[in-house]
């Protein structure tokens, strides 16, 4: 296949009698049939085109075969969010009774459907500590479905071994299901390694800029297939607009993702030598503890530094209020670079022990290196830093 950069520029709904040059945005919610006999062929899925905006749009096409040929994966579905993609893809293949193994530092949203949601339909799971791997089959139940995991974690910039996880899959007969959201199509490819399946927040660096909402899932057709009759039948559908900005958005994906991971090398560098940090993790510094896995699986290191500030929670809110233009923002994966201080906010309701569990400690920031100038982005956290 054609190289990454061309496939984000050149993979384009067929052109319109117009003769439009760029994808326009099909704002329409269903579409209309020549006769009769076309309207049942179409209904008995014996041709393949749009009915209904919730199966399927041209925009929503277009961004679906894009990202497919980024992971290398047979099919996709687009969702309005990426928690209505991770929710819809494990809801469409699980059953009443199966089981789910996965990390213990996963995306908020998705711990909270794992423990609050899942259990009412007699889904159970276990969690394996990310520093532990090692753990993951003894797990492993006769009713377990699903292997579940995040790489690089959130917010823990921890590694996962892929080719690994795909090895305990295959020969334990699971699904092995990879949120890629931190490492993007570009430099990262789950499939490779033996992921069945690939979902992504695409509200995060696939947008890039903090505008839409999207998420998407790809892999194999056949269990694509059951997500999507699910998805057509229970409507999370991703909107055409946001499908088509987050398509346009995907055609500077890879210039983007250089320059941040760039950016992300520098201020990871700069962290390292600072008196007031105790430890800095970012997957392409040497000193991270799985930089062997990093290397073998990614092709950059990402936008996320996380680090340790010394001094706990109050040095934590020190820090975060001595910002003078990144962000405080819960998003991640944009242009404008973001801080965010997990202990003192989105992680403030567990137990020490249970945060401690998700990898997450009192002095952990995480930084969203955006791209503004890199001096520019430095200056800044030094400035808060020497506060
Ligand atoms: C943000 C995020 C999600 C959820 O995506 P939304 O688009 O906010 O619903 C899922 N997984 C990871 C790793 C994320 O960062």
Redo the contacts with the bound molecule.
Sequence with gaps: MENFETIAVRTQTERTQFLEHSTPLYLTSSYVFEDAEDMRASFAEEKERNIYSRFTNPNTSEFVEKIAKMEGAEAGYAFA????A?FSTLAALLSSGDHIVSARS??G??HGLFTKYFPKWNISHSYFNVQEPETIESLIKPETRILFA?TPT?PGVDILDLEYLGEIAKKHNLLLII?N??ATPYLQNPIKFGADLV?H????MIDGQGRV???ITVGNAELIREIYLFSRNTGPALSPFNAWVLSKSLETLPVRAEKHCENALKVAEFLEAEANVEWVKYPFLKSHPQYEIAKKQMRLGGNIVAFEIKGGVEAGRKFIDHLKFCSRSAN?GDTRSIVTHPASTTHSKLSREEALEAGISEGLIRVSVGLEHVDDIIADLKNALNN
């Design positions: 969010t990426g928690m209505a991770v996963v995306f949203s998705t995040e959130n949120d959201c931190f979902i927040s695409a509200t995060k909402l999207g998420g991640l």
